[in-house]
């Protein structure tokens, strides 16, 4: 009876952990149900990417959403910002990239992203904001969740045009302090780095059928309703 039942959970899923598994152990039921209860674990949580060009407003939305379902923020600039604030060896290194509007490389971002999900065993989801910004970011946080039996639920997109954008991130600069909002050319230089390098994370989450695109624009709560909306489509999926 329970060989039925974990032949019909990998009969839905193609995931080799599960293959493997009844390779090795199909007559031991302790580990059936270990299997079947680890599936069942692997339904529940939810991995949002919070996705769009810098100041598209991820960190407002990233805050209600928190609220709403209960997910763990994963934000790598406030990350960076806090070594910064802190004048540690990290905050010193990811500086001299921030200020000049480049990415941090991806050996630091990585290993930093890792050791924050580590602290929250138990969380039921998590929502990575201005994570991943490359292809190698994307790899690596696939590859980290498997490692902990789940996935990337999905990507949402929060789309607004290059003009919108600088306006927004110069006017919040008037009060941030942020040295990196403050400058035209630096605010310029992180759009192009995010159309040229981060952009395609898009593409690689489309092939996943993981990606999701909506307007940013328009009022703070009228976003974040769409937002939830896409949320919600995504939950049904799972
Ligand atoms: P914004 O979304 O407005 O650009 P963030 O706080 O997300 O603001 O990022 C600020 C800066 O921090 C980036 O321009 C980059 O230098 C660095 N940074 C943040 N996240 C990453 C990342 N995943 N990979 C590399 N650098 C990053």
Redesign the pocket.
Known sequence: MQNNLFNFVVSRTNHLFFKSLLKCYEKDARLVNFAVSRMINRQKMINLVLFG????G??TQAAFLIEKFGLIHI????L??FEMSNDTLLGQE?KA??SK??????SV?IGM?RNKVEKHTGAQGFIF??????IP?AEALDALLSSKNTEVTGLISLDVADEEIVKR?LKRGETSGRP??SNESTVRK?ID??NNETAPVFGYYAEQDKSMRINGLGAIDEIAQRLSDAVQQLKEKV
């Open positions: 060009p810098p100041g598209s991820k960190g934000s790598t600039g406030d960076f910002r990811a990239y921030m509007g480049s990415l941090v490389p991806d971002t992203l904001d201005g994570f991943p910004r490359t970011q991130i990196d909002d992180r780095v995010y």
